[in-house]
């Protein structure tokens, strides 16, 4: 069975200082993974994804994720928060096992920055 | 545009009405996908086509809930008799392919029930 763990439901960090957001999956077999994010009043858009090439992934707006098939983690990270990066952010996980189709979202996880 | 479509934006309703939800796809997209995400919560996923058919409808919270796709195109999500707990914004996306391709999202519903 699938599953998506986003272990922070908020974060908070300072203008400047590095963002980690913690996303660890469970699937049977080999996914695809995705981070969107979420402005107010807006649809989600996609930061990036995985599909079993790289396992470091570079997304737009200088953030990246790293799978890690070991400890079943794809975690966001950038270096330096700006404020437009405020804003909720979901880990998702989609497969294709045989004859189906299935995509799964995290809770999301809302990331303040602070001046 | 080039984006995905939703109208409208924004509708408030009495309970007991039914409501129709619209969402135009990316053209050329062949799957699409409806979901709800209600006041502080995640997505929660409804109902997903391919072309016209939908093959994952596990998602529809009742028999008030339904959804079809005409042309491969443009879906309508209709909601019958409507309950307060209905309240929430419906998000549409569409992709190329189902699993492995993105999902490209609209700027959803926002459906009020008073």
């Known amino acids: 069975a699938q599953s998506v763990t986003q272990l922070d439901s908020h974060v908070s960090v300072s203008e400047g200082t590095p963002v980690l957001l913690r996303c660890n999956y469970s699937?049977?077999?080999?996914?695809?993974l995705f981070w969107y994010v979420q402005h107010p009043n807006k649809g989600l858009q996609l930061l990036l994804k995985?599909?079993?090439?790289?396992?470091l992934v570079k997304g737009i707006n200088g953030f990246e994720a790293e799978f890690k098939k070991s400890e079943t983690s794809f975690h966001l990270t950038k270096p330096s928060a700006h404020m437009s990066d405020a804003a909720e952010y979901f880990c998702v996980v989609s497969d294709t096992p045989t004859g189906g189709f299935k995509t799964i979202f995290g809770a999301g996880t809302r990331l303040f920055v602070k001046a | 545009g080039a984006g995905v479509s939703q109208s409208p934006s924004n509708k408030v309703t009495e309970k007991g009405k039914d409501v129709e939800l619209r969402c135009d796809p990316i053209s050329g997209h062949t799957a699409l996908y409806w979901y709800r995400q209600s006041l502080g919560q995640g997505l929660e996923f409804l109902i997903y086509?391919?072309?016209?058919?939908?093959?994952?409808k596990s998602g529809l919270p009742s028999d008030r809930f339904s959804a079809e796709r005409t042309g491969g195109s443009v879906s309508t999500l209709t909601i019958q008799r409507t309950q307060q707990e209905d309240s929430a914004v419906y998000l549409c996306a569409s992709s190329l392919a189902p699993s492995s391709q993105p999902q490209h999202f609209g700027d959803g519903t926002r459906l009020s029930i008073l």
């Open positions: 086509f391919q072309g016209n058919s939908a093959p994952d």
């Open positions: 995985y599909t079993s090439a790289a396992t």
């Open positions: 699937s049977s077999y080999s996914p695809s």
